[in-house]
Each structure stands twice: as structure tokens, then as C-alpha cells.
């Protein structure tokens, strides 16, 4: 939190809250972790347009201190916003809580993944006034406006509210035409010192969405297949001022797909060593994307400063595959993994076990397509992740469909008393390691088998002894 309102008096402020990743987290002095991008944004959107912004991140400040600054700030406070993933609810309902307790005036606003999936429950909460559902920047501004000028919120297009104790849903915004392009007020909002940008290192999404079809995943259900992204240009000049400003030396590219457009990803290269921008990078790709990527531009990447590529190839089953609706042949990602070794460059492939109707069969092509991934490279990265439903997804639909009992908590109170696992993933070399995670989800898939075979995967094929 930056002192940065009291420059203009009496002007209304907008706080925007970042609850912590889950409810045990304790403030650290001294950790460094990454920057608040949901609230950032949105922020640095509104603040352009000559709002006053309060940034809050639980993760690094004390809430004694944010809560008695709020206090004092309640005569200009216009309202408070709250970005949710689900695992951030305990620590967003507390602090929603404390603002109608404490500034019941002061409308609360939720947005972000949780409140977008769920925004018909979430709407129903007492801590909650208004429902921001999809791209932030564009519906907040919206809001604001009318919220200044005590406007009907009726016509603001993706939101929920309440209006004399009824539940208003309006219409969904079209997703966005193009990506947001503001200056995102780094200095201004946040105390850097507190974050990983004082270690050189920092998150940046040049994209959104993803034309794919995956069954599992939540982006198309928000972005409806729809990709946007900043120029090239505009992308390497952001680059060369985080480099510049903050002496960054690594970039966690964000986006969903990074390589979705191929001469936008060669543009950006050829900037990047056009201006000598001495970085190194990591992005994520679809299977797809990457097959149509051909051997030079991977040298130009590597070039460019790329250290990892990453894409989901989830199974090494067809069956499996064709469930996931990931459009993909697997026959195509062995001579793709070879493609990048021979680029230089690291390759990191995910996988999902524990999916609906999954063979012990369809379990071992998964294994088998590991083995030979570690065949072309001991030093490949693979992780290996659980499988859960995510609400909002076609495959969840699907199972539900086909008659699979899925229990969640129809309340973001009850969601508040939810038991939350902090790692979904399994190192494919170390499998026991995630033992406590694998039994706190039994009971919806047979984790056991699982965690048994991944064990044996480990022992016959990836054992470098």
C-alpha cells in the first residue's frame, strides 16, 4: 500500500483488495512475491482516468495497519474492490466483512475468476454489493462512472447487484476487441521492495484468451475462443522500460497462448535483439501452435532470450484426449520435443491423471509418453497434475451430465470454510512428495492407484540410476 491519494484532497478513492493465496498464509517480512496484476490492473486503468487508487495485497501487509488506514480514509472512500480465485475467499470474506461492519455505506465489489464463475451465488452474500464478471478494466471504469454520478446501475453491462434487497443480473460485455493498452502505474501503487521485481524477476501478460476448445479449461468459457493481444511493439517497448526502470532480467510471460499469432512472436523476438534487451523469458503455448512453429523461429526464440517453453499435452491416451477436446495428435509431440531440444531450448510438458472414465490403460499411454519425452531429454520437465472439475467448463457439464456426484460449497461462506490444497501438481521425478495432497482429494478419483502408479513410473522409466 502506496501513499499515493493524498496528492489530491477530498478526491473519492477507489481501494482494490488482493486477499491472500490461501488462509493460513502469514505476512513475511523480507519474501518477495509477485505482483498483484488483477488489482494492478484494473487500477492502473482507472487511476488514468484521474480516479484516485488504494492498492491493498494481504499477502504483504498487516491487517491492522490497512484496516485502520481504510478507516481513516472512510469520508472519501467511493467503494472497495476485491479480486478472487477461489483459494482467496477466506481471507476476501474477512475483509468484506469488515468493511459492512465497519463502512456499511461503502459498496463492495467482487471480480476475478470465483466471482465470475459463481456470480449468482456470489451476489447472494451479505459482505457483497456488486458482481464484476469478466474483463475488469472496461466494467469497473463503467461502474465507477455511475457510481460517481449515483447513476442507475442498470444499464452497465457484466455486473450483479442488489437494489433494495433484489438481485439484479445484467447482460454480459462482449469480450474486449482489443487488449487493454494503459500504463500500468508500477511506482505509484505498489512498494516494490515488497515484491519480485527487487529480484530482477517479474509477470507480464501480453495476450488474452485462446482460440482452443479444451474441455477442462475455464478460458473459453470467459473468453468464448476469443484471443487479443498488444502489438509487438507495444510489447517490446514494455519490456525495454521494466528492463530499464527496475533493472529486470526475467520475464513470466502470462498469457494463455502465447503463439497464438506467429508473426507477432517473431516481431517480438527480432525487437527484442534488434534492442539488445538483455532478458531472459518463458511462455506457454498450445501443442498445436507450437507444431506450426517451424525450426527457425525456434532458433529466433532462443535467441531472443526464451529459457522455457511450456504446453499441456494432458494424455497419451486418444480416448483421453478426444474427451478433453484438445484437438491434438499425439503423435506430434514426440517430434516436437525433438524440434526444441535441438532449438536449445528447455520444454516443459503438463499432464493430467485422474480424468473421467480414465483407463489403466489410458494411464499407462500417459506414462509411455513421458518415458519417451525422457528419452529425448533427462533434464525434461514434466509435472503431472490431479485432475478436478472446474465449474463453468464442458467437461464438468459433462460429467454431471453423465451422472458424476461432484460436491462444492453453494455459498462463498461455506467456501470460506472449504479446505483448500496449496499445490495441484506432482513432480513427475519426485511423486511421493505430494502424498498429503493426493489423499486429502480421494474419495472423487481412486488417488491412491494413482500416486501407486506414478511411484512406478518413476522407479522403471525416469530413475536416472
Known sequence: MKDCIGKIKDTPIVALFFPKLYPEQKVQ???????????LTVGSYVM????????????????????????????????????????????????SRFIKEKLPEVPVIWGGWHATIFHEETIKSPYVDII??????????????????????????GINYKLNGEIKINPPMPVGQSFPTNKLYYEELLDLSLYEVMKGEIGYRSSRGCPHRC???????????RWIGKPANEVVEDIIYLKERFNIHHVKFLDDNFFTERERVKKICEGFIAHKVDITWEVNGHVNTLNRTDFETFKLIKKAGCIKLTTGVESGSTKMLTLLQKDIKIETVIP????????????????????PKESKEDLLKTFKIIQELYKINLDQLVAIYLYSPIPGTILYEWEIKHGEKIHYPSSIEEWANYKFDKVGEIDASKPWTREAHLMSL??????????????????????PK
Open 29 to 39: 517480512e523480507g519474501k518477495k512475491v509477485f505482483i498483484p496484476l488483477s488489482i
Open 132 to 157: 464484476v464478471k469478466g474483463e475488469g478494466e472496461y466494467i469497473f471504469s463503467d461502474l465507477l462512472s455511475h457510481l460517481l454520478g449515483k447513476k442507475s446501475l442498470d444499464n452497465i453491462l
Open 336 to 355: 516436437l520435443a525433438k524440434r526444441i531440444r535441438e532449438a536449445e531450448i528447455p520444454f516443459r510438458t503438463n499432464f493430467i491423471v485422474g480424468l
Open 48 to 95: 488514468g482516468k484521474g480516479i484516485s487508487v488504494l492498492l491493498i495485497d494481504s499477502r504483504v501487509e498487516k491487517e491492522d495497519e490497512y484496516k485502520e488506514n481504510l478507516l481513516s480514509l472512510k469520508d472519501r472512500l467511493l467503494c472497495v474492490g476485491v479480486s478472487v480465485l477461489t483459494n482467496q475467499i477466506p481471507d476476501g470474506v474477512n475483509f
Open 215 to 225: 474441455a477442462y479449461c475455464l478460458i473459453q468459457h470467459t473468453f468464448h475462443r
Open 442 to 463: 480421494e474419495g472423487y478419483r481412486d488417488r491412491r492407484y494413482i500416486k501407486l502408479m506414478t511411484f512406478y513410473l518413476w522407479i522403471c522409466c525416469l530413475n
